[in-house]
């Protein structure tokens, strides 16, 4: 879709989509990738996982895709706030440090400020570390990236999800528990856990306890809570 550079195909392609995710009752698809390589270094163009060198080529398409899984009734995700494209190493098998200046990363904002003021319901924030924006903690846990950046500078009022908390742990030789509790803490409104359900119920357990002891603030929570009932009552 990118090499053909068509709106037209990209939201054709995203209601064929949704319609086959609708058909077999998922309502949510962790797509379209918004992501815009910096170069041919980028792992995620290595992969074919990208739209166009150009940012503004990049937001058309993407947004474009997202509006057809809409239109058939599952909801879009934007991915990998604030931009992989200057990621040389996949995040789930490595911790990777972006070193760009905001300058730099700039142009990758511009797909998600199109996506906000196109109303897309969900972003989902990547596993790296942006050193201009936050030096010690990925954006899935950034309070910086999530909510300063995302919420606070690009109006962002959807959901966000972290990319998988149990990938990111394990390349930091980590349980995913205080990831998870970093990325609740953070504001981030709901957590992508990948690895197996006796870990989604420790991470489960980790939560109600820091939610009961005050560990996550009660309105923080509330704020989360909105959120994600907002989302359901506009399925």
Known sequence: MGDLGSSDTARTQGRKTGAGLSGLG?????????????STS??????????????????????????????????ATMKHFPGLG????????????????????????????????????LV???????????RSHAAGWSH???????????GFKGVTITDSLDGAAATRGIPTNPLALKAAR??????????SEASSRSVFRT????????????????????CIVALKAGL
């Open 86 to 121: 200057f990621a040389a190493k996949s995040t789930d098998d490595f911790v990777v440090h972006i070193d760009a200046t905001k300058s730099e990363l700039g142009p990758g904002l511009r797909p998600y400020r199109h996506a906000v003021a196109n109303g897309v319901p």
């Open 26 to 38: 998922i309502n949510t698809d962790f797509a379209p990738v918004a992501d815009v390589p910096a």
């Open 207 to 226: 939560l109600l306890e820091a939610a009961k002891t005050g560990q996550i603030p009660h309105d923080r929570l509330t704020a989360s809570y909105g």
């Open 186 to 195: 953070a504001g981030t409104d709901m957590l992508l856990l990948t690895g």
């Open 144 to 154: 910086a990236i999530g909510t300063k950046l995302l919420r606070g500078g690009l």
């Open 42 to 75: 980028s792992f995620m163009y290595q992969q074919s996982r990208t739209w166009s060198f150009g940012s503004r080529e990049t937001a058309r398409l993407a947004n474009a895709f997202a509006q057809g899984l809409g239109e058939r009734g599952a909801l």
């Open 124 to 134: 989902m924030l990547s596993n790296a570390v942006y050193r201009a924006y936050d």
